[in-house]
C-alpha cells in the first residue's frame, strides 16, 4: 500500500511538471530558452520531491493512524489532521512550483 501512494504522487508530480514546462514553454522567446528550462527544471524538481515526499509521510501516517483507529476510534479526527498535514507537502510544492514559473 505504501508503494501505491509513493508511484501515485510520482504520477501526478510527473503530470504537473509537463504542465508546467508547456507553460514556460509558451510563455518564453529564443533568447530566454536558457533561462526558462532552468525554470522548468527547478519547477519540476520542487513538485516531484514534494510530491515524493508528501506521498511518503500519507504512507507512513495512514498506516500509523489505521493501527491507532482500531484500538481507539475516538482519534479519528486527529488522524485525519496528521494524514491532512502530509498531502499539504505536496500542495507546497505545487505552490513554489508556480512561483518559480511565474518568477515572483
Known amino acids: 500500500m505504501k508503494v501505491f501512494k509513493l508511484i501515485f504522487f510520482g504520477i ?5 511538471f509537463t504542465f508546467l514546462v508547456s507553460v514556460a514553454s509558451a510563455q518564453t522567446s529564443a533568447a530566454d530558452a536558457s533561462i526558462a528550462s532552468y525554470k522548468a527544471l527547478g519547477a519540476g524538481l520542487a513538485v516531484g520531491l514534494a510530491g515524493i515526499g508528501g506521498g511518503y509521510a500519507v504512507a507512513v501516517a495512514g498506516s500509523a493512524g489505521l493501527s491507532a483507529l482500531t484500538e481507539k476510534s475516538e482519534l479519528f479526527s486527529n488522524v485525519l489532521l496528521i494524514v491532512a498535514l502530509g498531502e499539504g ?9 508556480i512561483l518559480i514559473i511565474i518568477m515572483i
Not at 507537502?89 to 512550483?97: F, H
Request: hydrophobic share 85%; aromatic share 8%; net charge neutral.
Open 12 to 16: 501526478a508530480a510527473l503530470l504537473a
Open 89 to 97: 507537502i505536496a500542495i507546497y510544492g505545487l505552490i513554489v512550483a
